[in-house]
């Protein structure tokens, strides 16, 4: 099928050739799209936001390259933007029961061990241990 019968396929809902070709195709957008994202699951999303942002725009494509081109083009964008969004956050497992911030993190009396930042955490300086010394 060449990118006219494509086009005119796509544009008319109930014709079948474009539903076989959208079958056929997916599986290269899921493909292209795991290159990006972290899991399989997120390329099956991609592929599927690819397909829905392609029937929305689908009257904006405007023959400067072929139809494929232009479909893995938006998949990759696609793509790009989930696997910035996926690397942002930590998947978090409920069904984990170990500590939620690793135990090196902190010092002996239990007190962030992170310098960067003071500590409200009272001094350990007694009353007999000499202060800074001031040189005149």
């Known amino acids: 099928m060449d990118d006219a019968e494509l086009l005119k396929s796509l544009l008319v809902a109930t014709n079948r050739p474009s539903a076989n070709w959208c079958g056929a195709t997916t599986p290269t957008l899921v493909k292209v799209a795991r290159y990006y994202v972290a899991s399989a699951a997120s390329a099956e999303d991609v592929a ?28 990759v964008n696609r793509a790009r933007t989930s696997g910035v969004k996926e690397h942002r956050s930590i ?10 911030v690793s135990a090196h993190r902190f010092d002996q009396g239990g007190f962030w061990s992170d310098r960067r930042f003071p500590s409200p955490r009272p001094s350990t300086r007694d009353s007999t241990t000499p202060g800074p010394q001031c040189g005149a």
């Open 91 to 100: 998947p978090v497992d409920p069904n984990e029961s170990g500590p939620t």
């Open 48 to 75: 599927q936001d690819t397909w829905i942002a392609v029937l929305k725009g689908i009257d904006k494509f405007e023959g400067r390259s072929t139809f494929k081109t232009w479909l893995l083009r938006i998949c």
